[in-house]
C-alpha cells in the first residue's frame, strides 16, 4: 500500500507481443541493428497457448528480446504457423495495435544508417508541436517498417523520462520500448481500464490537438484533431491511446490476435495480483477469454497467465509469477 491509497495492479506494459512468419528477420531488425539481446527462447507449449490465443494443438516458437537487459519495454515474438491475415502496416487513423516507440540517442544517424542498409523510413525524421496546458512540447520523431506489418517509431526526447535502458548502458543508441499505441474509437473507456481507477497506471496527459507537423508525420488529413492520452506506470512501455475526430479507417482489431496474427498484436503484462486484476478487467468494461493457465516459458517464467481483451477490443496477456 503506497501513501496515496492501493499500488498499482500493474507497472506498465512488459512487452508487445510480435508475430512472426519467420524469426530470423525480427532477430536481425532489433537484435543487430538496434541492439536488443536475446533474454529468453524456447516454446510455449501447445496446451498454454491454445488456453491464452486459441492457437491449436502445436507448440510456437518464442524470443523475450530486452535492450540493456531491462526486464519491461520487451519484444516478444512468436512465430505464426497460420496467420490470420497476410502482414500490413497499420495507419494511424485504423482502429486497433499501431506503433511500438522507442527513443534514439540520434534519430538523424539512426535514419542514415538505415538508409545507408537500403532501409526506407515510411516517415523520414520530423519534429512537431502537441499542445499540453499552456506549453507546446515539441516531438522529433519518424517512423521504420519492421519486419511483418511491423511499424516502429523512432524518438529523440526533448526531455528523456525514464528509461532503463539508458539507465543501465547510457552509450546505448536506442532504448527499450518506452510505449504502444492504440488508436481507439472510445478513447475514454481505454483510458479508465489502464488508469488509477483501473488497472493502476497514471495519466501523463490527455489532450486533443491539431498540429500541421503531426498531420505530416501520421499521414493524416490537414486539420485532423487527435486525442492522445499518455498513461504510464512505474516501469515501461508507458501506452499512448489515440482517437481521431471523424471518420477511422480500418478496423484491424479483429485480426489482431497473440499467436495467431503478424506484427503488432498484443500486449503482456506482469501484475502484483492476477485475481484482482481479472476482477478490474471485468469491472472496467473489458472481457476475459479464459480461465488463468499455469506456465513455465521463455515469455512468462514461472507464472499464472491469462488472456484478456481491453473495451476496445485490444488484446492483452496477464500473468502473476510464483
Known amino acids: 500500500m503506497s501513501e496515496h491509497g492501493p499500488d498499482p495492479l500493474v507497472e506498465g506494459i512488459t512487452a508487445a507481443i510480435i508475430g512472426a512468419r519467420d524469426l530470423g528477420p525480427h532477430l536481425d531488425f532489433f537484435g543487430e541493428r538496434l541492439g536488443y539481446e536475446v533474454a529468453a527462447q524456447g516454446v510455449v507449449p501447445a496446451a498454454v497457448?491454445?488456453?491464452?490465443?486459441?492457437?491449436?494443438?502445436?507448440d510456437l516458437d518464442v524470443v523475450a528480446l530486452a535492450a540493456a537487459g531491462a526486464d519491461t519495454g520487451r519484444v516478444h515474438l512468436v512465430k505464426v504457423p497460420e496467420p490470420l491475415a497476410p502482414a500490413a502496416q497499420p495507419h494511424n487513423l485504423d482502429d486497433g495495435l499501431i506503433g511500438i516507440d522507442m527513443y534514439a540517442k540520434d534519430i538523424q544517424t539512426a535514419?542514415?544508417?538505415f538508409a545507408e542498409a537500403g532501409i526506407d523510413w515510411s516517415t523520414p525524421p520530423a519534429t512537431y508541436g502537441v499542445a499540453v496546458g499552456e506549453h507546446e512540447v515539441m516531438v522529433t520523431q519518424g517512423v521504420c517498417p519492421a519486419p511483418d506489418g511491423t511499424a516502429v517509431v523512432f524518438v529523440q526526447p526533448a526531455a528523456v523520462r525514464g528509461t532503463a535502458a539508458w539507465e543501465a548502458d547510457p552509450g546505448r543508441l536506442y532504448t527499450?520500448?518506452?510505449s504502444v499505441v492504440c488508436h481507439v474509437p472510445d478513447a475514454d473507456a481505454e483510458v479508465a481500464f489502464w488508469g488509477p481507477d483501473g488497472l493502476g497506471m497514471s495519466v501523463w496527459y490527455d489532450v486533443t490537438f491539431s498540429s500541421p507537423g503531426?498531420?505530416?508525420?501520421?499521414?493524416l488529413p490537414p486539420g485532423t484533431r487527435m486525442r492522445l492520452a499518455f498513461l504510464a506506470g512505474e516501469k515501461t512501455a508507458r501506452i499512448e491511446v489515440t482517437s481521431a475526430e471523424g471518420e477511422h479507417r480500418v478496423d484491424r482489431r479483429p485480426g489482431q490476435r497473440p499467436g495467431r496474427s503478424l506484427g503488432h498484436?498484443?500486449?503482456?503484462?506482469?501484475?502484483?495480483d492476477l485475481g484482482a486484476a481479472l476482477e478490474t478487467v471485468r469491472r472496467t468494461g473489458g472481457q476475459v477469454a479464459g480461465a488463468p493457465v499455469r506456465t513455465d516459458d521463455p515469455l512468462h517464467g514461472r507464472a499464472t497467465a491469462a488472456s484478456a481483451t481491453t473495451p476496445n477490443g485490444i488484446s492483452v496477456t496477464l500473468y502473476e509469477p510464483r
Open 111 to 113: 535514419h542514415a544508417r
Open 176 to 178: 527499450e520500448l518506452t
Open 49 to 58: 497457448a491454445d488456453a491464452l490465443w486459441g492457437t491449436g494443438q502445436a
Open 214 to 219: 503531426f498531420d505530416t508525420v501520421a499521414g
Open 265 to 272: 498484436s498484443g500486449w503482456t503484462v506482469r501484475t502484483r
